[in-house]
């Protein structure tokens, strides 16, 4: 269901996307997380417009949704004349939906069950920018180069659950990010290709994957006419006589 998803979720046009870049095979794992965490986009507010197409068995739908971001403390997304909205703060997640007269406003229990792995603010955040969703300097990490990038391995395995990290050579973004719970059948893989925004790189596409208990989901994620530090507010009010979506 296109709904569940959109939970998750100066003027400068959109380049081709950033590829390139050689891999050092000398780097050693503590330099490629520093590098990576270097490369941080710096911004204050992020505009734009993301297309959504999204699959979940025979359900498949797309979507043009606006896109609103104040770094560490909101994201907002508004699909055409606002028949769906969300806000997303660091304390809940909301979202209302006109066509059903529904709204949810609760915890961040509902979007890490949609996507398989347990979310907050700060990881779906990450998630959007590219940035890894776990913080790689708690951790000690093997590395090796792998198609064309470096890879992230931990030394000490989880009892819980497994974690990999692909890292662009070229900028030391994340290329590919993987989480998986192999007990609870539940994975969650993101790739990306990247843009330059005022100097700031930015996600172009993503592609997520998402499955639990056998259960596939994709989400493929365009933005586009990204801009950077304009002034912006984030409209959100549920409308009066909706029903309340509760988690089961």
């Not at 951790?139 to 992230?152: D, I, M, P």
Request: with cysteine; aromatic share 10%; net charge positive.
């Amino acid at each position: 269901m296109l709904i569940a998803f959109l939970l998750t979720l100066g003027a400068c046009k959109s380049t081709k996307s950033i590829t390139g870049g050689e891999v050092n095979s000398k780097l050693s794992a503590k330099n490629i997380i520093n590098a990576h965490y270097s490369n941080q986009p710096k911004f204050k507010t992020l505009r734009g417009r993301v297309k959504i197409d999204y699959a979940n068995g025979d359900d498949s739908q797309g979507v043009n949704v606006s896109l609103r971001m104040e770094k560490d403390k909101v994201i907002w997304m508004s699909a055409p004349l606002g028949v769906v909205k969300v806000h997303i703060t660091p304390n809940k997640v909301s979202f209302y939906n006109k066509l059903q007269n529904e709204y949810f406003d609760g915890d961040f229990s509902y979007l890490s069950d949609l996507l398989g792995t347990e979310l907050d603010f700060e990881k779906v955040q990450n998630l959007l920018l590219g940035n890894a969703v776990l913080d790689l300097r708690k951790e000690k990490f093997n590395s090796e180069v792998y198609n064309g990038t470096y890879q992230l391995k931990p030394k000490k395995a989880r009892d819980l659950f497994k974690i990999l990290f692909q890292l662009e050579p070229k900028n030391f973004k994340i290329a590919t990010q993987e989480i998986a719970q192999p007990e609870n059948a539940r994975q969650l893989m993101a790739k990306y290709t990247y843009q330059d925004i005022s100097g700031n790189v930015l996600p172009d596409e993503v592609k997520i994957v998402a499955e639990e208990a056998g259960g596939l989901t994709t989400i493929d994620l365009s933005f586009r006419n990204l801009e950077l530090n304009k002034p912006m507010n984030f409209p959100y009010k549920v409308p009066k006589g909706y029903d309340k979506i509760t988690l089961k």
